[in-house]
């Protein structure tokens, strides 16, 4: 994942936000614990995401409790009992990474390969112990790596096509170890949710991937997206397709029998998604001056 599923903090209640900024600083100690504060670098919001929805469902209870974080020892942050759920999301983490980072010594731009290069050895210790520990992830994510690749080599590839693989993935990740309708739910939501992700991250790429010649399931159709009639296009069928994938994900997320962090959840999928997708829209429209109402000399 990359950035996109977040909370949207001015619309969260101050305790949801403590919650949610307490699995975040959980699943950061977990990293460091299981592999090495070199690990911790590589967590994002995006996992948090995964760790709240898997505890949200989870049968167990999940308490907090307040300790110094290592960084900085005069702030006191939430900390989360549920290392079970913790350790299997800190290894998704790893696996993920270490396929980007694979993904990036092939077709990355100069920088990121030289970035790739440098964390490969580092990353690569680490997958195999993730790997060990969580083989189901690593199938899952491998898989993806391989059905993405075949996909993105077709040129007539479409974007559901595209995007299929890695929201297979994330739906996986998210409900293994559940069972029944718990377990169908998690994966249409992980899957929704990643097929979001994806389609956003093309439709941010575009105007890149076309000076670049990467691929991009939109490229053929909006090749031209310097042209107004296109640009205007290309954003409408963008948003459309966004909104009928985040209308599919609260469906998603009203399925899965939550017992706890329904709210956090509940932003992050209706208002973090969209003011992710709209941040990265934006910079297709038209820059309009800001209306000057008086001046004082």
């Not at 080599?153 to 297979?168: L, R, T």
């Not at 000076?211 to 399931?217: A, E, I, L, M």
Request: positive net charge; charged residues 25%; aromatic residues 10%.
């Amino acid at each position: 994942m990359l950035g996109y599923v977040k909370a949207f903090k001015p619309d969260m209640k101050i305790r949801d936000f403590e919650l949610y900024q307490g699995v975040y600083c959980s699943l950061c100690r977990a990293l460091g614990r299981n592999y090495s504060p070199i690990a911790q670098l590589f967590l994002s919001y995006d996992f948090a995401f995964a760790a709240i929805l898997r505890l949200s469902a989870a049968e167990n209870g999940c308490t907090f409790s307040r300790k110094r974080c290592p960084y900085n020892p005069a702030k006191k942050c939430s900390v989360c009992s549920s290392k079970q759920e913790l350790d299997y999301c800190s290894h998704a983490v790893i696996i993920l990474t270490y396929y980007k980072i694979v993904d990036n010594l092939h077709d990355a731009g100069l920088k990121s390969k030289i970035i790739a290069c440098m964390l490969y050895p580092i990353v690569r210790l680490m997958h195999k112990k993730a790997a060990r520990l969580a083989p189901e992830a690593e199938k899952a994510v491998a898989e993806a790596m391989a059905l993405q690749a075949k996909a993105e080599a077709d040129p007539s590839c479409c974007i559901d096509a595209a995007a299929h693989p890695s929201a297979d993935a994330l739906g996986k990740i998210i409900s293994f170890g559940f069972d029944g309708n718990k377990k169908e739910s998690l994966y249409s939501l992980g899957y929704m949710v990643g097929r979001y992700v994806y389609i956003l991250d093309a439709a941010d790429d575009l105007r890149s991937d076309l000076k670049s010649g990467n691929f991009n399931p939109f490229r053929a159709e909006y090749s031209d997206i310097d042209n107004e009639k296109c640009r205007n296009a290309f954003i409408k069928r963008a948003r459309e397709m966004l909104n009928l994938t985040q209308s599919s994900a609260l469906e998603a997320l009203d399925s899965v029998e939550k017992k706890r962090f329904e709210d956090i959840l509940e932003n992050i999928v209706l208002d973090g998604l969209t003011n992710s997708s709209e941040n990265a829209l934006k910079k297709y429209l038209p820059h309009t001056k800001k209306k000057t109402y008086f001046t004082v000399d």
